[in-house]
């Protein structure tokens, strides 16, 4: 497996960049792992999630706060300084967990709570998607399955200012049993682990020890141009 650092200069882009990598790997290119972080507050929606159900709208044009979608599933989430984000594009004929939705998310959340025990103890896997300590969730996550390839998308949250959560994301319609009804401030919560020591944690544990010297630039720039930076794409629901 490749490792890629790399954040990209625009929010359509970074986006872009992750369902490239699948995209490359289904045409024959390389397992990688990347992670990259947003500087900026963003709302970012699942494919298939509503922007109105799921999103304060005014608060964020008020706020000239920038709202994209992705290309995998699961609910709407809050990027900014603090919140780490890491793709990991794996083969399906591998570990045969992977050929099958929940059972995918446990072998890779199994593995993601493996080297983060050591930097956090108490990481435990919660709801379906979701890893926690104490009750509270710092890393959720979500899929994009091809035919030979998986996308898996999430966020680890180690320094994010939660507090203004609730102003830019609604409470959502569906969630985990343990959430309880809490509002984002009481349900989540950051692992507060050096960043650095978080990403070299996956890098060990996806042996993941070989740069990425040449990614898919130029796909990704079509998938920009064709879906990412469409306003057509971000408010389809």
């Given amino acids: 497996m490749l490792f890629l650092d790399r954040t990209i200069s625009t929010l359509p882009g970074n986006l872009a960049l992750d369902e490239a990598l699948l995209l490359d790997a289904e045409a024959a290119g390389p397992e990688v792992l990347r992670v990259w972080e947003w500087r900026q507050p963003a709302v970012i929606l699942g494919a298939g999630g509503r922007l109105q159900d799921d999103i304060n709208v005014d608060a964020c044009t008020l706020d000239n706060l920038p709202i994209a979608r992705r290309s995998s599933g699961g609910g709407t989430v809050l990027l900014g300084p603090g919140c780490l984000v890491f793709s990991l594009v794996l083969r399906l004929n591998g570990p045969p967990e992977l050929t099958n939705l929940h059972a995918s998310y446990r072998f890779i959340l199994g593995r993601l709570k493996r080297s983060l025990l050591p930097l956090a103890p108490g990481v435990e896997l919660a709801g379906v998607s979701d890893l926690a300590i104490g009750g509270r969730k710092f890393s959720g996550n979500a899929q994009q399955r091809k035919q030979t390839h998986l996308l898996h998308h999430g966020t680890i949250l180690y320094a994010m200012d939660l507090t203004s959560m609730s102003r830019y994301l609604k409470h959502p319609a569906r969630q985990p049993d343990y959430r309880a009804q809490r509002g984002h401030a009481e349900f989540v919560g950051n692992i507060e682990v050096d960043v650095n020591v978080v990403k070299n944690a996956l890098r060990e544990e996806w042996n ?30």
């Fill in 208 to 237: 993941a020890h070989d740069e990425m010297r040449s990614e898919p630039a130029a796909l990704a720039d079509r998938l920009v141009a064709e879906k990412y930076g469409r306003d057509d794409w971000v408010r389809r629901r």
